[in-house]
Every structure is written in structure tokens, then in C-alpha cells.
């Protein structure tokens, strides 16, 4: 997918505006089924004739689908660049308001500015970290707000050491009240919303497992459960800062470790 993604943008010779069109149409494409060229100029703030020939150029380069007063729809490389292009923005805004406590609109507006010059290795990097801070026992809200303690310059050596003990005491107990409550394991579509996971195993074969794990749901990966779409076929979740959605039988198939 990253190879894939490298390459057609290295073809398209994209710029930063123009990634912009693709997640706007992106993103109204899912709210509303189709984009109309009066919603992109609403989302991104432009005059018509901006977006007239934008979409244009971005046409000729085989990224939308577009005929004056048509709906406009992302071609497959197209889809494969919105995609890449709001999961850097996600990822970098989740980072923003999670880690540096900043909040929802600044967070937005700075990763709007940053998700254009962020290489590739990087942003993979910054998604290791944010999983890392799921699943250490030393890490959480409280070690968040350590470090907020920690800018404003109120945090000594003694309140570390403590700290440590504290986590360690926690985790302890975190395990005996799953063990008790045999909550260790669960499948994917068994996980309430909102709840985060470790992927343990993928019991399947063939083509079956082939799919799940290109989709990404590999051993060791974080998800995050999103929702049960309305048909109930379907479960929706957020892994390596992309959003699937995994036919339900799949989901059964995937074992997991709550965080």
C-alpha cells in the first residue's frame, strides 16, 4: 500500500492544494455518497471558478471523475491518495490533541498545515509512538498529564519515582481483574465502541487470512473499534491510521488483547 501510494503520487507530481481537493471530495463523497462542486468550495473555503479548474487538472491526471454539473467521484488512484492523505491527517491531529494537549481546532488547523511535508517514514514513526503510548503500562492519562505537569515546570525526580511504583502497582492489578472477569481475549466484533485492542491472532486460511491481513489487521497491531454499521455485516475500525471496515464473519476470525 505505501509503495503503491509513493509511486502515483511520484506520477500525479501533486500539490498541496491539490491533495487537499482529493480529501475534501473524499470526505464529502462519505458523508453524502457524491461531491458536488458547490460542497468542495464550501469545505475548502474557495470561489468556483478555483474549483472548476482544479478539478479539472486533477481529471486529466486520472484522479477524479469529473463533467461539468456531474457528481464527482475519486478514481481508484485517486481514493488510494484521499486515503493516504486523511490518514496522515488524522494521525497528526489525534498526536496534537493526545500527546501535546492541544486542542481540537488548533490540532486541526496544524495538521492541515503539516500533513503535506510529512515524509512518508515519519508519519509511520509517529503512529509506532502512539500505539506505543496505548499499550505501555507506564502511560496514560495520567502520564499525560505528567507531562503537562512537566511544561509548566512542576514535576521533580521524587514525583517520577512514584510515578513508576504507581504504574507498576496498576498493571498488576489491571491483569487480576481480567483475569477474574476472563476479559483477556476477545473477538474484534465483540468489542464496544471506543475500546482499543491488541491483535493476537487471525484464525483463518487461504485467501480468508491473505484479505484480513492485507487490510491490515496484522498480529500485534492496535485497533480501535468504531461502530457496527447499520446492515450488521460490517464493523467499522480505525488500524495504523486507517479506517476499515471488515465483513463481520472476518471480524470473528481476528482475536484480540484489550488495552
Known amino acids: 500500500m505505501?509503495?503503491?501510494?509513493?509511486f502515483v503520487k511520484r506520477q500525479k507530481k501533486l500539490t498541496a492544494s491539490q491533495e487537499d481537493y482529493l480529501e475534501a471530495i473524499f470526505h464529502i463523497s462519505s458523508d453524502k455518497q457524491a461531491a458536488r462542486a458547490k460542497d468542495i468550495a464550501t469545505r475548502l473555503k474557495v470561489n468556483s471558478s478555483s474549483v472548476t479548474?482544479?478539478?479539472?487538472?486533477?481529471?486529466?491526471?486520472?484522479?477524479?471523475n469529473y463533467a461539468?454539473?456531474?457528481?464527482?467521484t475519486l478514481t481508484p488512484d485517486g481514493k488510494m491518495i484521499a486515503e493516504d492523505v486523511v490518514r496522515r491527517h488524522e494521525v497528526l491531529s489525534d498526536f496534537f490533541m493526545r500527546v501535546l494537549r492541544v486542542d481540537a481546532v488548533e490540532a486541526d488547523e496544524t495538521a492541515c498545515n503539516v500533513e503535506h511535508a510529512m515524509p512518508r517514514s515519519v508519519l509511520d514513526n509517529l503512529i509506532q509512538f502512539v500505539e506505543f503510548l496505548d499499550i505501555c503500562p507506564r502511560v496514560g492519562n495520567s502520564w499525560m498529564e505528567a507531562f503537562r505537569a512537566y511544561c509548566g515546570g512542576r514535576v521533580n525526580q521524587e514525583e517520577c519515582v512514584k510515578c513508576t511504583f504507581k504504574a507498576l502497582e496498576d498493571l498488576k492489578g489491571k491483569r487480576r481483574k481480567d483475569a477474574e472477569e476472563?476479559?483477556?481475549?476477545?473477538?474484534?466484533?465483540?468489542?464496544?465502541p471506543g475500546q482499543k485492542c491488541k491483535i493476537t491472532m487471525i484464525k483463518a486460511r487461504g485467501d480468508a487470512r491473505n484479505r484480513i491481513i492485507d487490510?491490515?489487521?496484522k498480529p500485534g497491531s492496535i485497533v480501535e473499534m468504531e461502530r457496527l454499521d447499520d446492515s450488521g455485516d460490517h464493523v467499522e475500525v480505525k488500524v495504523k491510521g486507517y479506517h476499515r471496515s471488515l465483513l463481520k464473519d472476518d471480524a470473528k476470525k481476528v482475536f484480540t488483547e484489550i488495552l
Not at 461539468?68 to 464527482?72: A, L
Open 53 to 64: 479548474g482544479a478539478l479539472r487538472v486533477l481529471a486529466d491526471k486520472g484522479l477524479i
Open 215 to 217: 487490510m491490515g489487521f
Open 182 to 192: 476472563g476479559k483477556t481475549t476477545l473477538k474484534l466484533h465483540e468489542m464496544e
Open 2 to 6: 505505501k509503495r503503491q501510494v509513493n
Open 68 to 72: 461539468p454539473y456531474d457528481v464527482i
